[in-house]
């Protein structure tokens, strides 16, 4: 398993960026299938992006295509989200997910990887929140 740990969440206003960041150790990095997903308060946990072994592969929650971009850097153990144009319901707290090739759990395919359990290791969270 690898152990995860998300930060660069913070308080900004309605069309600001953020860029998040999720480290992992424990593990190796490129063995690894990634995502991003949000939780707001008394909602369910969201996918809202995930990359590939090798980041030839991305995926997006309709909701942030075009505003969010997730990128991976295997020889620096990291995978990112960079967010531009935030809004209010953009508002959550950010976990990082992952998932090995190794795994049972794991699907080659990106779209059977949008779901919460698709992924076997999750970070503690960050929080984001978007002022209007």
């Known amino acids: 398993q690898v152990q995860l740990v998300e930060s660069g969440g913070g308080l900004v206003q309605a069309g600001g960026s953020l860029r998040l960041s999720c480290a992992g150790s424990?593990?190796?990095?490129?063995?690894?299938?990634m995502g991003w997903f949000r939780q707001a308060p008394g909602k369910e946990r969201e996918f809202v992006a995930g990359i590939s072994l090798n980041g030839a592969s991305t995926y997006y929650t309709a909701s942030v295509k075009g505003r969010f971009t997730i990128a991976r850097d295997n020889a620096k153990n990291t995978v990112y989200l960079q967010m531009k144009n935030l809004k209010p319901e953009d508002t959550a707290v950010y976990y990082c997910?992952?998932?090995?090739?190794?795994?049972?759990?794991?699907?080659?395919?990106?779209?059977?990887?949008?779901?919460?359990?698709?992924?076997?290791?999750w970070g503690q969270g960050t929080q984001v929140t978007v002022s209007s």
């Open positions: 997910a992952a998932v090995s090739r190794d795994s049972g759990t794991y699907s080659p395919f990106a779209s059977r990887r949008n779901t919460a359990q698709a992924y076997d290791d």
């Open positions: 424990g593990g190796t990095f490129s063995n690894y299938a």
